[in-house]
């Protein structure tokens, strides 16, 4: 049973919390759309890197999504590998391309 508003168990203590994500929330794999609705070059996924990214990682949570459905992560040379790691270990990671073959 949880006490006052469902926010800690009896114990008093916060439950556990899951890893946060490595990638920034919501935000678009290719960057913000300008006024004229051109669409700016690819920027790393990772949480708080800006540089251009070079790799799409398709992947998909097989719980929510049909088989045939790829989401998208773009990551620069540096953050691809941790990127490939964070999805592979959930089992999501489908396949890596160049951003170029996404074009």
């Known amino acids: 049973m949880l006490v006052g508003r469902g926010l800690?168990?009896?114990?008093?203590?916060?439950?556990?919390?899951?890893?946060?994500?490595?990638?920034?929330?919501?935000?678009?794999?290719?960057?913000?759309?300008?006024?004229v609705s051109e669409p700016h070059d690819p920027i790393c996924s990772a949480r708080g890197c800006r540089r251009p990214a070079v790799w799409a990682l398709r992947w998909n949570?097989?719980?929510?999504?049909t088989p045939d459905r790829r989401k998208i992560w773009t990551a620069c040379d540096e953050h691809r590998l941790s990127l490939e790691e964070f999805l592979s270990l959930r089992g999501f990671l489908r396949d890596t391309v160049s951003t170029q073959e996404l074009a």
């Open 61 to 65: 949570n097989p719980k929510l999504h």
């Open 8 to 35: 800690h168990p009896p114990s008093g203590r916060a439950p556990e919390r899951r890893a946060a994500s490595p990638v920034a929330a919501r935000r678009s794999p290719f960057g913000r759309l300008s006024r």
